[in-house]
């Protein structure tokens, strides 16, 4: 639910990366935190286990510029990935706007995949939003390892597996969160598109 | 009384195989940096090359146990073959000559196997911090025991005999020991009805936000974490670095008396769990 703030000319928008354990999300954050002027940019705060497994979330205010004298404010939250951490996950989800579905490219993980994009849907069921309505960008993250000895999916295979649990398709962007390429193309896509469904939100 | 009690699982166990497998072609990289400065320093330097073949050996024990996850049989191979030349170089058995000679031919198979060659590598010689990280996760799961924390059947029994002894009395309803990650050790009470696997994990995650909140406003953490229902109320406290103790209790227990018992429930745990391994 953005937040609009008339008289101090503000919209705030809250942006949420989920995916399964260990796709990377918090590695998204970390690099924007890494890369973005700390001029337009708030502190960085991470809950994390000791084993650097998100624990609640990871929290990034950042500063997008001016719409129409709007000056626009995105948070972006990570949620745990792992199973066990439903319940903190759904906590992390209220009142979202917009949804990066970080999936990743290893075959190992292509059910783990499935299965996550399935929970986040009953998740903001719950809290009586629906997915296909909601903002989403996917991102196959971990392109890097293309090449490798490592299996990866390929585009196709993970876009049709993705797009077939959702009614419409989405943007997919390739990225590599630990080397940058697609991380703030992600970002933008996601800011454009959940700024565009909170305008369309406030004029209707 | 219901006691329920879980061991702890291999819960993050699909995690750190997946971090390492995610990780393993950054790790060749890193091995085939040491291998060809292990390389050069025998050419520069003869005789000098125990060292470099240390660190080469140690980065060899990360692959050779995600290779054998991953159950690429070419890899395992070419591994197996670089350790038993290391260790007989280290031994002697083995010239430097000779080493070099059959080291060099097989590093570009490797390289085609690595992938793309990342534009920025953690270090020439990959810091010790991120080689003993992976050699530790490596070992674990080589031992198919990634679980960070293990705790007998024995001691559960022994913890849970204590605490429904000793704590859980007139007005504690419920006494949970969680890790900081969240996972549950042991629940003891008569509160059947209670998620505790899903209490476990929000509970480690609210300590968790409550300390960084602590931070924010400059305190290390909070001393007491207290929250008052209109029939129950919780009580967190942490018992050494690695667990955390909630209590759910009934209104007509004061507050202070509770304190004074868990205090000490929190003391005997310290001095019976296990401290994490990494």
């Not at chain 1, 390892?145 to 797009?163: K, R």
């Not at chain 2, 993050?12 to 085939?32: N, R, S, T």
């Not at chain 2, 060099?104 to 534009?119: C, I, N, S, T, W």
């Amino acid at each position: 639910m953005a937040f609009i703030n008339k008289s101090a000319k503000e919209i705030q928008v809250k942006v949420v990366y989920y995916g399964p354990g260990r796709c990377g999300k918090t590695t998204n954050l970390l690099y924007v935190n890494q890369k973005m002027n700390a001029k337009f940019m708030g502190k960085m705060i991470s809950i994390d286990t000791r084993g650097d497994k998100t624990l609640f979330f990871d929290f990034l205010p950042l500063q997008l510029g001016k719409i129409r004298g709007f000056n626009i404010r995105v948070q972006l939250y990570t949620v745990p990935g792992q199973v066990l951490y439903n319940e903190s996950r759904k906590m992390v989800l209220k009142g979202v706007d917009g949804v990066v579905f970080v999936a990743d490219s290893m075959e190992v993980q292509r059910e783990p995949n499935k299965e996550s994009l399935l929970n986040l849907k009953e998740n903001l069921a719950e809290d009586h939003l629906d997915l296909d309505e909601l903002p989403l960008v996917i991102q196959l993250n971990k392109r890097d390892l293309e090449g490798s000895v490592i299996p990866i999916l390929s585009q196709e295979t993970m876009t049709n597996d993705l797009h077939g649990l959702l009614k419409h398709p989405v943007p997919v962007v390739m990225a590599s969160a630990l080397q940058g390429p697609g991380v703030f193309e992600t970002l933008r896509e996601i800011s454009k598109i959940t700024i565009k469904s909170v305008h369309y939100k406030l004029r209707s | 009384m219901a006691a329920q009690d879980v061991v702890i699982k291999d819960i993050f166990g699909e995690a750190d195989k997946v971090e390492i497998l995610g990780k393993l072609p950054a790790i060749l990289w890193a091995y085939l940096e040491t291998a060809r400065l292990l390389v050069r320093n025998i050419d520069t330097a003869p005789g000098s090359s125990a060292r470099s073949a240390k660190d080469a050996e140690k980065i060899l024990g990360i692959l050779e146990s995600a290779a054998e996850y991953l159950g690429n049989e070419s890899l395992k191979t070419t591994l197996g073959g670089h350790s038993k030349m290391l260790s007989a170089l280290g031994r002697g058995e083995l010239s430097e000559q000779d080493f070099v000679k059959t080291f060099v031919e097989d590093l570009p198979r490797l390289e085609g196997m690595a992938g793309p060659r990342p534009e920025s590598l953690p270090d020439p010689l990959i810091s010790s911090w991120l080689a003993d990280q992976a050699t530790d996760a490596a070992d674990r799961i080589r031992k198919g025991r990634a679980g960070d924390l293990v705790v007998s059947v024995e001691l559960l029994d022994e913890i849970r005999d204590y605490l429904a002894a000793e704590a859980v009395s007139e007005g504690i309803r419920s006494i949970l020991v969680v890790d900081n990650a969240g996972t549950l050790v042991i629940n003891i009470g008569d509160k059947t009805d209670l998620d505790a696997v899903s209490l476990a994990a929000v509970a480690a995650a609210n300590f968790a936000a409550t300390e960084k909140i602590a931070h924010l406003i400059g305190e290390r953490d909070f001393v007491l974490l207290f929250y008052k229902g209109h029939n129950e109320s919780f009580h967190f406290t942490r018992a050494g670095k690695d667990y955390i103790v909630v209590t759910i209790f009934d209104n007509s227990l004061s507050l202070g008396l509770l304190r004074l018992k868990i205090t000490e429930v929190a003391q005997f745990l310290i001095g019976k769990l296990p401290k994490r391994e990494v």
